[in-house]
């Protein structure tokens, strides 16, 4: 599958929020964000920034949905946030009706995404968090098929 990717520099906590409020400004109903990096990478933080961007007013809102697997916010639509670290197979994600939401009018968030590739859509866009220093993250973006191109290249129009 071809794959189009931008790589980006963040230095602080609040400079992922802004990203990805930048980046969840670009989302429609159907998207689906699989978030990847190790415990404390910044998926979260990231997440944060991408509901703002989506319109998610309640900030607080947005948390980890470790133990609830996943958490519902109202913004311009629906966004999903969903963790998987937790998961011991891809079968409870689907149980709690994971399909329903990635395949439906809002926009799915995906944590530990790698846990559950089988819940994946075909085409979906991701998003690689990794940490340099304490407060230095590498953030690689790709869109996995062409339906991701156009947020790719506007999110890289961004950075110039
Ligand atoms: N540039 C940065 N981008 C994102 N977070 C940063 C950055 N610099 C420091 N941090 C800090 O790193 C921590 C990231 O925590 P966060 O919960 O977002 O990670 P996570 O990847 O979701 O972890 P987990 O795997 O446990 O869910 C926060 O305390 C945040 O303030
Ligand atoms: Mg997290």
């Not at 966004?79 to 994971?98: K, N, P, W």
């Not at 399909?99 to 979906?124: H, N, T």
Request: glycine share 10%.
């Amino acid at each position: 599958m071809k794959e189009n990717k931008l790589t980006f520099k963040s230095v602080s906590a609040t400079e992922t929020i802004r990203f990805g409020e930048r980046l969840g400004k670009l989302l429609a109903p159907g998207h689906v964000i699989a978030l990847l990096g190790e415990l404390g990478a910044g998926k979260t933080t990231m997440v944060k920034g991408i509901a703002r961007g989506l319109g998610v007013t309640d900030r607080r809102a947005v948390k980890s949905p470790t133990f609830a697997l996943v958490h519902r916010y109202e913004g311009r639509m629906p966004v999903y946030h969903f963790d998987a670290y937790r998961l011991e197979s891809t079968q409870e994600m689907l149980d709690i009706g994971s399909d329903e939401m990635i395949y439906g009018d809002g926009v799915s968030i995906i944590e530990w995404a790698d846990k559950v590739p089988e819940c994946l859509p075909e085409e979906y866009l991701k998003v690689t968090l990794i940490a340099v220093s304490e407060n230095e993250r590498t953030i690689e973006v790709c869109g996995c098929g062409d339906h991701y191109n156009k947020i790719i290249e506007s999110v890289a129009m961004g950075n110039d």
